[in-house]
């Protein structure tokens, strides 16, 4: 199949079938993305039982005779300072999606974004100076005011320019993720990274 090239008049890319004319797999997607957004939790928070927290190792009065309600540790969790009824521990929140789920995710994506004609591919991404004016200039031309930008390699004018801008994302093809390919209206990429990334589709 083939796609526009920007800025090109009647210039086309032959790109591969796979990796951009698949059908999209609503359930694939939500399961990929789902598992993608999990594995980013640190899943770090805990909270103490009443065995963990400290003190209460004696009965604060004795069982009758006091006419106050019995009591057997001052870290009870009905007790002001006492511990958690159903603590929160640690706990990895990981999910399983194998590579070809994965990857079957990406092309589902990519094809849907040719097909809304939300992909922009461009020769290159260059700016003279690491000035974020050029870079607004040159999103103008795109005829986009953001969006997500996959280049091949870390480009360090490129990422300073655009850093600042809100709406704006900077990723290098090996590290697109389909979070970020959701997150924007318009996703611009280079010829250089779109053939990184059809390699990494395989």
Same mark, same amino acid.
């Given at each position: 199949m083939k796609l526009q090239l920007h800025g090109a008049a009647g210039k086309d890319l032959q790109v591969s079938e796979l990796a951009f004319g698949k059908e999209f797999n609503e359930s694939l997607i939500h399961q990929v993305v789902t598992a993608f957004m999990a594995a980013g939790r640190s899943g770090t928070k805990a909270q103490k039982t009443?065995?963990?927290?400290?003190?209460?190792?004696?009965?604060?009065?004795?069982?009758?005779?006091t006419g106050r309600a019995r009591a057997g540790t001052?870290?009870?969790?009905?007790?002001?300072?006492?511990?958690? /009824?159903? /603590?929160?521990?640690?706990?990895?929140?990981?999910?399983? =999606?194998n590579r070809k789920m994965y990857r079957g995710a990406m092309r589902s994506l990519l094809s849907e974004l040719v097909r809304q004609e939300r992909l922009i591919v461009v020769e290159s991404l260059e700016l003279a100076e690491a000035k974020t004016k050029l870079f607004?200039?040159?999103?103008?031309?795109?005829? =986009?005011?953001?969006?997500?930008?996959?280049?091949?390699?870390?480009?360090?004018?490129?990422?300073?320019?655009?850093?600042?801008?809100?709406?704006?994302?900077?990723?290098?093809?090996? /590290?697109?993720?389909?979070?970020?390919?959701?997150?924007?209206?318009? =996703?611009?990429?280079?010829?250089? /990274?779109?053939?990184? =990334?059809?390699?990494?589709?395989?």
């Open positions: 009443r065995s963990e927290v400290s003190g209460g190792g004696i009965k604060p009065w004795r069982q009758k005779g001052i870290r009870s969790p009905i007790w002001v300072g006492g511990g958690r /009824a159903f /603590a929160a521990k640690p706990r990895n929140f990981e999910q399983k =999606v607004v200039e040159q999103m103008k031309s795109l005829g =986009v005011t953001g969006g997500l930008f996959v280049i091949e390699a870390f480009e360090e004018k490129l990422w300073l320019a655009s850093r600042n801008l809100p709406h704006v994302e900077m990723l290098e093809a090996s /590290a697109l993720d389909p979070v970020s390919l959701l997150r924007h209206e318009h =996703v611009v990429i280079t010829v250089a /990274a779109l053939r990184r =990334v059809e390699e990494n589709l395989g």
